[in-house]
């Protein structure tokens, strides 16, 4: 079993519609990151945090550390929003990074 | 500022051969990051370099190895290439202190024939 699960693995929205992913993790944790990754490779870090929730913009990311359990919500979904997000948790020491599979999301117009 | 940039972009070697990867972090960085993605594997921490020192080191045989310099510049390199080590390679840059978030180049895409 993956130390970082996510879910779904793939998802398809209309645009405007609300949208979740979930990330359950198994091992203790230092913090935990929500990335974003475009065709071509790029990726750009969108939340790290440890506690409580952060919201920017249309994304909001949760965490309950007790249930080892994180969402990242998207409000008024956008075709640009279209990407794979990518959880990944932090054990206490920089950069050594364990990550979920991602989930692809792709949104209609 | 500028953000973390990686180079080559693309790069194609044949087995056996060796291969050196550069990555220049953000200005005022000191912890450089590099990371593995395959798609059977997906996304694998590689190493972690801090002040010209590896603090952290992922699962990898010793073919991986990398070097940070004394601007924070690194690189990382990969002797005697198999197939397998066909991949994406990323860097991440931060401060270097905890919980600090990470920054990521475009990443350097290696193919191995």
């Known amino acids: 079993k993956n130390e970082v699960e996510q879910s779904p693995q793939n998802l398809t929205a209309q645009e405007g519609e609300f949208i979740t992913i979930n990330c359950s993790y198994s091992v203790g944790i230092s913090a ?20 409580g929730k ?6 909001i990311a949760t965490i309950n550390i007790q249930e080892k359990h994180s969402s990242l919500h998207i409000t008024a979904s956008h075709p640009r929003d279209s990407a794979v997000y990518i959880c990944a948790v932090e054990r206490g020491s920089q950069g050594n990074l364990i990550f979920g599979k991602g989930t692809k999301l792709s949104v209609k117009p | 500022k500028a953000g973390v940039t990686q180079t080559p972009r693309y790069l194609i070697k044949t087995r056996g051969q060796q291969v050196t990867l550069s990555c220049s972090p953000i200005s005022g960085h000191r912890s450089v990051s590099w990371y593995q993605q395959t798609p059977g594997q997906g996304l694998q921490f590689l190493f972690e370099y801090f002040s010209e020192t590896q603090r952290n080191k992922g699962n ?19 002797s005697t290439l198999e197939l397998g080590d066909s991949a994406l390679y990323l860097c991440a840059s931060s401060l270097g202190a905890t919980y600090t978030e990470a920054f990521f180049g475009q990443g350097t895409r290696l193919t191995v024939v």
């Open chain 2, 60 to 78: 990898f045989p010793g073919r991986f190895s990398g070097r940070q310099f004394s601007n924070s510049r690194s690189e990382m390199n990969v």
């Open chain 1, 54 to 59: 952060k919201k920017h913009g249309r994304l």
């Open chain 1, 32 to 51: 935990l990151h929500w990335l974003q990754q475009h065709p071509g490779g790029g990726i750009v870090s969108l939340f790290m945090l440890s506690s």
